[in-house]
């Protein structure tokens, strides 16, 4: 009986069969040079996906998993709700006046505070959003709404624009409602002064038209307007960004855990480096409340515990060079001898849930108003798990289906097949051979025509050397006429580790090859 120590613990994966359809080229049979009825290589990435394994210098496999805990954005710092300009007014105290065409009648300057905005902004470039131009008129008479705000550039140019409130009268006012893109444009938000935050200037007036004729004003009439910032989304900002505190509880899900049934893995040599980064212009300080592992299955969960939890983690900001950010991280690599890794990881997650806090410039405003975010910007937590593929496996399912052409003028002849065989991998294989038609009937099964009673087990390597072996098949009439209208072959391997649950090591060079021929000399192609 094999005894493993509390630093050798196992866990014991008990979830779905493996199946893998790795579908091959038809094979082509031809009687007169026995051409081979199956011919595959299977290695250990038929067995578990390529983006689950990594392979060291010394081909030894482990199972990689990387998933984001948290990620959010500039968009979960800095904020801008809509912000309004509205205004009516009179001609007063004239009690009417004539205006000529190209003439301007009325003009304002304000400006926007966006008070909103727990920031102290000097400025902002907008990814999207837009500005809405609303306006009701009684002039009866076209007229030149235009817009100006200075210090929202894009390419050196200020914005600009011009609407047409159409005319109207007192009953049916004239009506405008038109929106200007904003992407791509640049804000300065220090104000009129120069010196201010969070604001900008906005010009707007109103003309006659030069198609129009004179326009008579009336003491009476009013003009409505509304300058709406809407929807507004920001690719970079500039500032002070505040000392705000966010509270974090997020799960993410392990979707591509392999099935690996009844497989024992070697958690004390399991690795879990939880890395933190900081793409923002800000100094920020986390501490991470819990990170649980949960089986939604069986419903076991537990805590990671480790000096990481419940600490205060500073980060420095990040550094901008041509408008991007490079990330400041830290990483804490999480094992058996510091943590309960094994704990952790015998639950078998299915996804992992993390809580904490990240405060923003806890220190003050250390940078005088010169942090940064921008679209590149984020805060991340990443756990990134590794698993050496030290192993014992026991009833591990591998399936492959092969085509099978036998040619329509061909007869076969022969009733004896060798199956050929050579392994790498340090574990036996017993194999099942499926001969179905077009219809996924099965025919008849060849391990049932194996001479001499031997067992259908393709046997593991024991060493470094490759194991091979050959298996005989003698089929009668009534087999060889099924074996006629076949379509396919489906090949089933069962893998069982010499000793079981000793462990093995799984190099990425492992494979097994498997050639059935009706020559008894046939070699291997590949």
Known sequence: ?????????????????????????????????????????????????????????????????????????????????????????????????????????????????????????????????????????????????????????????????????????????????????????????????????????????????????????????????????????????????????????????????????????NLSEASLDLSISNGFGIDLQTTLFSVKADNSITGNQVDLTHSIIGSSINLNRAELHEQTPTPSEKSFLIDHTNSNLIDFLEVIPDSLSIQGRVELNPFGNISNYNDFASAQSSFKCTANLEIPLRASFSNLLLRDSSNVDWGEENQIQKTTFYLYSRSTFRADATIDLRVVDESNNVLINLTDYILDDLPPVIPGATGSMQETNTIAFELGETEMEALSRASQIFTELRFETTNYPDLVEIRSTDRIDILISAEVDAQFEF
Do not use: H
């Open 1 to 265: 009986m094999t005894y493993i120590s509390r630093m050798q613990r196992v866990v014991v994966f008990i979830l779905v069969v493996l199946v893998l359809g790795c579908k091959k080229e038809p094979t082509s049979w031809n009687t007169s040079n026995s051409a081979p009825l199956i011919n595959t290589s299977l290695g250990v990435y038929d067995l578990i996906e390529d983006s689950l394994l990594s392979t060291g210098d010394d081909n030894l496999v482990s199972l990689v998993y990387s998933n984001e805990l948290i990620n959010f954005g500039v968009d979960s710092l800095v904020e801008v709700e809509e912000d309004t300009i509205s205004n009516s007014f009179n001609i007063f105290p004239v009690s009417e006046l004539e205006v000529n065409p190209g003439q301007q009648f009325f003009n304002q300057s304000e400006v926007i505070d966006f008070e909103q905005v727990d920031a102290a902004l000097r400025r902002a470039v907008i990814a999207e959003g837009s500005l809405s131009l609303n306006a009701t008129s009684d002039i009866e008479g076209d007229i030149l709404f235009k817009v100006f705000i200075p210090r929202a550039t894009r390419n050196g140019i200020s914005f600009e624009y011009e609407a047409i409130i159409p005319a109207g009268s007192l009953s049916a006012p004239g009506v405008l409602n038109e929106s200007a893109n904003l992407e791509g444009y640049d804000l300065d938000l220090t104000g009129i002064s120069g010196t201010a935050f969070s604001e900008i200037e906005i010009l707007y007036s109103l003309t006659v038209p030069e198609y129009e004729d004179n326009v008579t004003v009336f003491s009476f009439n009013e003009v409505s307007m509304e300058i709406t910032f809407d929807g507004l989304e920001l690719s970079f900002v500039e500032g002070f960004l505040g000392s705000e505190v966010i509270e974090f509880n997020e799960k993410a899900f392990f979707e591509s855990i392999p099935e690996l049934n009844e497989a024992i893995l």
